[in-house]
């Protein structure tokens, strides 16, 4: 894999700090950056507009991203095309794509079907979602211990090795001792072989990535997504890594709508992957 790295700008205030994100972090891991930005790129626009007007739209584009961004600072690639054609052609052999949170590429998208999302279903390309300027002091890497997460995880661990991270698992609990069929101690016993269970799984998954000492975290919950964002708040996180299974499944646990909250309630940058 290059170290290259993929930023889209739609001249948007946010894609632009993610640009500045991805600046900075092509230049941590001594890679490339290339920017990428789909000029026109509306379905009646790319069809209907004359040579002359399509060349214009494209040198229009250019002049505008040498204004926005620092000269020479990086690779760039601007066509009349759809966005996430030219995000994900673009991104082959990458390390890193680079999403800002408003503008042509929301956090809504992923679950709404337009950029991002077609962007996380198209590529293995690791996929940053930019909220804010924060640097990345701690991440919490949050698993289901699929290979989508173990991967996220990794390019985490690659991306950012100056980062504290922090492992987190929760396992889904019935509500109530009532669906073990069994009352108090017993009850306690259960839930403590459950969560002995999950923190072994969890010390597994920490050291198959080659990690010493990290912390962990395994909780029982009925929402788990709430529990993710709790640990953000908590750890005063700046980065929550996941792998995605499929869009509609952050989580085993995680559909539809809860999943599309938990993207949306974010107020912390998220590193996405899907195989």
Not at 32 to 60: D, P, W
Not at 93 to 118: P, Q
Not at 235 to 254: C, E, F, H
């Amino acid at each position: 894999m290059e170290k290259r790295v993929i930023a889209a700008v739609d001249f948007s205030e946010q894609s632009i700090v993610a640009y500045k994100k991805a600046a900075h972090i092509a230049k941590a891991i001594g890679g490339k950056l290339t920017v990428v930005h789909a000029a026109g790129a509306s379905l009646l626009g790319r069809f209907l507009n004359t040579a002359a007007e399509r060349e214009a739209i494209l040198t229009q584009a250019k002049e505008k991203l040498a204004d926005e961004l620092e000269s020479g600072a990086a690779d760039t690639v601007v066509e009349i095309a759809d966005a996430c054609d030219l995000i994900t052609q673009s991104a082959v052999g990458a390390a890193l794509i680079v999403l800002g949170d408003h503008g042509g590429f929301t956090v809504m998208d992923l679950l709404a079907g337009t950029t991002a999302r077609r962007v996380i279903e198209r590529t293995k390309t690791p996929l940053l979602v930019v909220k804010n300027q924060r640097p990345y002091e701690k991440a919490v890497i949050a698993t289901d211990f699929s290979e989508d997460s173990k991967a996220a995880a990794s390019a985490a661990l690659n991306l950012f090795d100056q980062t504290r991270f922090i492992f987190f698992s929760a396992f889904l609990v019935p509500s109530g001792t009532s669906s073990y069929g069994i009352d108090g101690a017993s009850a306690t016993d259960a839930l403590q072989r459950e969560h002995n269970e999950a923190d072994e799984k969890l010390c597994a998954f920490v050291e198959e990535l080659g990690v010493k000492d990290a912390e962990r975290i395994v909780h029982a919950s009925d929402s788990p997504n709430e529990e993710i964002l709790a640990i953000c708040e908590k750890k005063n996180a700046d980065l929550l890594v996941m792998g995605t299974r499929g869009i509609d499944s952050l989580l085993p646990m995680m559909v539809g709508s809860t999943a599309e909250s938990l993207l949306r309630r974010s107020t912390i940058d998220l590193l996405l992957l899907k195989l």
